[in-house]
């Protein structure tokens, strides 16, 4: 009879790994296999809820996909314990009283104790089978073969395999239960050889496969890390452009609140004054009262009785005066009223709003002295604006709209500029300069200039260093030239655009000029810094005295004016009046913009003169 050890180092083993069952688990088929090697089985399956016997395929159902909560054979749990704890005895010797086995023979199939083992080993035909330590196979750190003596004929190895049965037989077994259809026998070392040579191929093809997502993998991490890079910048540019729209938003916040204050001021000095006004008209009724009350304390004779009646008649002259109109007051109120903030969402660009004003009203309205006679207009030293007649002649205006002088009338002027020194410089329709003093007598200075047919048409201004820019809108470029005359010391390409008006600011190099609808800011090298457009929209510029930039808006077709305020790089500031009416020129659309140097703003068309000033 085979003993307790016998029986369980054939049996007790896993058939996926071979070694002594570790936490048995048993599926609905009944088949047991280790916890490790059903967690294995478990990952080679897309079904997670779902566990697939490896010997029958039948379906086990794995709520969870928890290997743990599978049924533990506990019976067979407990004799591998009990393998474990006991050594298996010698199944060589015999005696009834087995000594302890110390190695197990692989091809004997055989326990042996030490004495046995010698004797193995000393016998010539036995001495290329392998010998396994005992406590090797106790640990389950060795297979055992499974190429066993035939159960059937235990004097027969197991030489054969039956690919049908899928199990190692004998010779003798292969003859009697293995020829019927459905069986196919070969020699076990051939089938080993080939299994073998297939789990190899396997192990390869498993190593390659392994490799290939082990790529996969590089590739996916690199590809996060690419993602993770590319986010951290797309938050970096949020950050970037977050931290620009608040400067940009708090220096827009500064600007508007300095012209709310610059407002309040305007509007508290009115009332000041006012309030001062009233306060003197009260000092000068109780001067005159108390010296006309001396005349109650002493008699009154000769040329104090005269200068008495004066004074008497004085006091009541003035008291008969008209009474202050509290309109007065309110209106300045009411237009402060006319001021609100409009809050502004713009695409593209962080804008907190603006503040509209309704403080500008029209000073004077005046024709022209000849109708489609206007070329250009510039503000005088002397604070009068100058208007240039395309038929001859420069018409001064004082803020007020009075036509005060006409000056050089046979010269048919095109652009004027003036210097630092009062002295201006003269550009006629020919496109030729010519200086003048400040008393308008010509100077003896010569310059280069393009011809009317080379250049075209264009504009002239003078910087804060006297130099004179002068625009040509055919070859798109500005030719900057001296005082002293000559030849154009450098040029400017416009970078495409047609510099049809031009202006200068009085602190900096760069420049302002006007193409059709769009008005563009440049440095002193002609490099575009700012634009400004508005759709359906025709732009005229100015630089006023401070270096903010005025333009007027115009709508050409109904003849409306809307004029706002910038910052010399172009960031909007306030709106100055909104959809003005002017009377549409007859011929020409052609207009221009000003600021006087007391502050109104002109505003020409080729036919009349507007002037708006701030009613405050």
Excluded at 44 to 50: A, D, G, L, R, V
Excluded at 93 to 105: L, R
Excluded at 259 to 272: A, C, G
Excluded at 288 to 308: I, N, R, S
């Amino acid at each position: 009879m085979a003993t307790f050890h016998q029986i369980s180092s054939h049996n007790l083993e896993c058939p996926i790994c071979l070694t002594l069952f570790n936490q048995p688990k048993s599926l609905a088929c009944s088949h047991t296999f280790c916890i490790d090697c059903v967690e294995r089985i478990v990952h080679t399956q897309q079904k997670e809820q779902i566990l697939t016997c490896p010997v029958c395929r039948k379906e086990t159902p794995l709520p969870s996909g928890d290997v743990s909560k599978l049924q533990t054979y506990v019976p067979l749990s407990s004799l591998v314990d009990e393998v474990k704890t006991k050594n298996p005895t010698c199944t060589v010797c015999e005696v009834d009283e087995k000594p302890p086995a110390v190695s197990y023979c692989q091809d004997c199939g055989k326990y042996m104790c030490e004495l046995c083992e010698k004797g193995h080993a000393t016998w010539k035909p036995l001495s290329n089978h392998e010998l396994v330590p005992i406590n090797e196979v106790l640990e389950g750190k060795v297979p055992l073969k499974r190429r066993q003596k035939c159960k059937k004929h235990p004097n027969d190895d197991e030489e054969c395999f039956c690919t049908g049965c899928r199990e190692y037989i004998c010779c003798k077994c292969g003859m009697l239960e293995h020829l019927q259809e459905g069986h196919k026998l070969e020699h076990a070392a051939i089938h080993e050889e080939k299994l073998m040579k297939n789990i190899k191929e396997l192990q390869e093809r498993a190593k390659s496969k392994k490799t290939i997502f082990e790529n996969h993998i590089d590739c996916i991490e690199t590809q996060r890390n690419e993602i993770t890079n590319m986010i951290k910048k797309l938050n970096n540019d949020i950050d970037k452009v977050y931290e620009e729209y608040l400067q940009l938003l708090s220096a827009r916040r500064e600007a508007l609140k300095s012209q709310v204050n610059r407002w309040s001021e305007k509007f508290t000095n009115k009332l000041q004054a006012m309030e001062e006004e009233s306060h003197q008209i009260i000092r000068h009724i109780n001067a005159m009262e108390e010296l006309v009350t001396y005349g109650m304390k002493v008699p009154l004779e000769k040329d104090a009785v005269f200068a008495h009646d004066k004074l008497c008649e004085t006091l009541k002259s003035f008291l008969g005066r008209g009474d202050p109109d509290d309109q007065s007051p309110r209106g300045v109120t009411e237009r402060a009223k006319k001021i609100s903030f409009r809050k502004d969402v713009k695409v593209n660009e962080p804008c907190l709003g603006e503040l509209e004003c309704y403080t500008w009203e029209v000073k004077a309205d005046v024709e022209l002295p000849r109708q489609d006679s206007m070329e250009g207009i510039t503000r005088a030293p002397d604070g009068k604006m100058a208007v240039g007649s395309f038929f001859g002649g420069i018409h001064l205006y004082s803020s007020g709209g009075e036509l005060q002088q006409t000056l050089l009338k046979d010269v048919s002027i095109r652009n004027i500029g003036f210097f630092s020194d009062g002295r201006s410089v003269v550009r006629d329709t020919n496109n030729k300069m010519s200086l003048y003093t400040p008393q308008w007598e010509k100077l003896d200075v010569t310059f280069e200039t393009m011809s009317a047919n080379e250049g075209g048409q264009g504009s002239l201004t003078v910087d804060k260093d006297n130099n004179i820019y002068v625009s040509y809108i055919k070859p798109k470029e500005i030719q900057v030239s001296s005082p002293q005359g000559g030849k154009a010391v450098r040029e400017i390409m416009c970078d495409g655009y047609t510099p049809s008006q031009l202006f200068s600011f009085r602190t900096t190099g760069n420049l302002i000029l006007k193409d059709e609808s769009v008005v563009v800011c440049l440095d002193g090298k002609g490099k575009k810094e700012n634009v400004l457009k508005k759709e359906g929209m025709s732009a005229y510029p100015a630089v006023c005295r401070d270096d903010s930039v005025i333009v007027a808006w115009v709508k050409l077709k109904e003849g409306l004016v809307s004029i706002d305020r910038y910052t010399r790089n172009l960031e909007h500031v306030c709106n100055i009046v909104t959809n003005f009416k002017i009377q549409k020129p007859e011929k020409r659309s052609w207009y221009y913009l000003q600021e006087f140097e007391s502050g109104e703003i002109a505003f020409c068309t080729a036919d009349r003169l507007y002037i708006l000033y701030d009613a405050i």
